[in-house]
């Protein structure tokens, strides 16, 4: 199994999913490979809830980093989660098209890279 998504299992351990149930955990490697982690948080209005893949990347963007190369996503159920639209925006933010992203299936893992999950964006290094 790959390391990065035991990383995103351990890091969806600290998830708080009282509403969903639907434990989520993502970790992601830099460039440099430095590797952040993040856990989905929710909150009873579901739109202040904070998704694991957001918050991985919010705190490699605290700490200066901009250039990554892979994340990990891994769920409770082991089923082979995704980004969602909106985690895939905000990775599109700040990686290229060719982001791999890998998602925990229990026994195996599916991969992708972000721009075959949200194909046709406009990435940042698109308009430098």
Same mark, same amino acid.
């Given at each position: 199994?790959d390391?990065? *998504?035991?990383?995103? &299992?351990?890091? !969806?351990? %600290? /998830?708080?999913a009282?509403?969903s149930?639907? %434990?989520v955990?993502a970790a992601?490697?830099?460039?440099d490979?430095?590797? #952040?982690?993040?856990c989905? *948080?929710?909150? %009873?209005?579901?739109?202040n809830?904070?998704h +694991?893949? @957001?918050? +991985?990347?919010s705190?490699?963007? !605290?700490?200066?980093? &901009?250039? #990554?190369d &892979?994340? %990990?996503?891994?769920?409770?159920?082991? =089923?082979?989660?995704? $980004?969602?639209g909106?985690?895939r925006q /905000?990775?599109?933010? #700040?990686? $290229? @098209? =060719?982001?791999?992203?890998?998602? =925990?299936?229990?026994?195996?893992? /599916?991969?992708y890279?972000?721009?075959?999950?949200?194909?046709?964006t406009i990435?940042r290094?698109?308009?430098?």
């Open positions: 199994m390391d990065l *998504i035991e990383l995103a &299992r351990e890091a !969806r351990e %600290a /998830s708080y009282p509403y149930e639907y %434990a955990g992601l490697e830099t460039s490979g430095t590797l #952040f982690t993040g989905n *948080i929710e909150n %009873a209005n579901y739109s809830s904070v +694991a893949e @957001e918050l +991985a990347l705190e490699a963007v !605290r700490e200066g980093y &901009r250039e #990554f &892979r994340i %990990a996503v891994s769920s409770s159920e082991e =089923d082979g989660v995704t $980004p969602c909106m985690c /905000s990775l599109a933010e #700040f990686c $290229p @098209e =060719d982001l791999e992203v890998l998602c =925990d299936e229990g026994d195996t893992v /599916s991969g890279t972000l721009g075959e999950l949200i194909p046709n990435h290094g698109m308009l430098e």
